[in-house]
């Protein structure tokens, strides 16, 4: 995702530094920042206890020192960095959303933000009619009308193939083809793993997917019910045909939650469903149009309200 050019007034400018002056000091008197480590930094640790020096570690001199920027974790034994800004590190039962980018035979071929592309087998989805058999030739010249290049998928990390590359599957009606919305790309450290990636904002009748890879879709709501009663129809009705397009109420959400996660990702805080939603809320509550989300004041004015949040926590907490 591009960088917000944006440009500030002096009196901005002031507002702005002042929050991210507040946003350091409070990081700075967490437990978390007595532990982060730069390249070179000695790591303190008890030689007596035997402990298993782990990825981001190095041994230099009988000294543990550090090989990344990040935060030093302990796991029994085991010391470890873990990287404040990495690349997506794929692990099984991640949900995450990709783009076809090849038909190939018993397969299709997904762009998923990684080093390598995935791979969804035809036999590790439910067809069209939703009959549990062996996949057969005909299914196989069949597979272009289920999934064709350019498609935006959703899927399931199944394993890790001989070569490195990521096994997919699309067994539940939650995963499979995603229309109807925008698809965003944000770092993928700012998605955390959690319970649950499939979020249904009812007030805005939007779905929010949050792929662990760091794909965010934003689309208009799709029932379960429906979504699997269309798969087994083999011609779309007219009502359907009627009720394709979307409202344009409905496009106005989405574009105001896809600004509200660009402008989060443009400041580097975490994405959850709750920051998404509160942004948004805050965006109608200001009266902000969907186009004025990334401009200069509502930048500073989300940085101010994150700074206010995380202050109010410090205090809590003493």
């Known amino acids: 995702m591009r960088d917000l050019h944006l440009s500030l007034n002096q009196t901005q400018r002031v507002r702005l530094q002042a929050a991210l002056d507040q946003l350091e000091s409070d990081a700075s008197s967490t437990a978390a920042a007595a532990a982060s480590v730069t390249v070179a ?28 920027c990040g935060v030093v974790e302990r796991v029994n034994k085991l010391v470890y960095v873990r990287a404040l800004r990495s690349r997506y590190k794929p692990e099984v039962g991640d949900i995450i959303v990709g783009r076809v980018i090849e038909v190939a035979p018993k397969r299709w071929r997904l762009e998923i933000n990684f ?6 087998m035809l036999s590790s989805m439910n067809l069209p009619d939703g009959i549990q058999r062996r996949r057969t030739a005909v299914d196989e010249l ?38 109807k919305g925008q698809l965003l790309t944000v770092p ?11 979020h249904h904002l009812e007030q805005y009748d939007v779905d ?13 709501h799709v029932d379960t019910t429906t979504k699997e009663s269309t798969l087994l129809s083999d011609e779309p009705s007219d009502k359907e ?8 109420e409905t496009r106005r959400n989405i574009c105001r939650i896809a600004n509200a996660i660009r402008l989060l990702s443009v400041i580097g805080l975490t994405l959850s469903v709750e920051s998404v939603t509160e942004t948004v ?9 969907i186009n004025e989300m990334l401009g200069a004041e509502f930048y500073v ?15 809590k907490r003493r």
Request: hydrophobic share 35%; aromatic share 6%; charged share 25%.
């Open 301 to 315: 004015q989300t940085v101010e309200r994150e700074a206010q949040r995380r202050a109010s926590l410090v205090r």
């Open 188 to 198: 993928p450290y700012l998605v955390k793993r959690r319970k649950q990636h499939f």
């Open 142 to 179: 069949n597979m272009r009308s289920i999934f064709i290049e350019n498609d935006v998928i959703c899927a399931e990390v199944r394993g890790f193939q001989h070569d490195g590359s990521l096994h997919l599957q699309a067994r539940s009606q939650k995963y499979g083809k995603l229309e």
């Open 241 to 248: 045909e009627t009720n394709n397009a979307v409202p344009p």
């Open 208 to 220: 929010l997917i949050l792929g662990c890879n760091g794909f965010v879709w934003v689309g208009q």
């Open 41 to 68: 930094d000695t790591i303190p640790v008890n030689h007596e206890d035997n402990i298993l020096k782990g990825h981001g570690t190095s041994d230099l001199d009988g000294q543990v020192v550090a090989t990344l």
């Open 115 to 120: 080093s390598q592309d995935a791979v969804l």
């Open 281 to 289: 809320e805050e965006s109608v509550r200001a009266n902000v149009q």
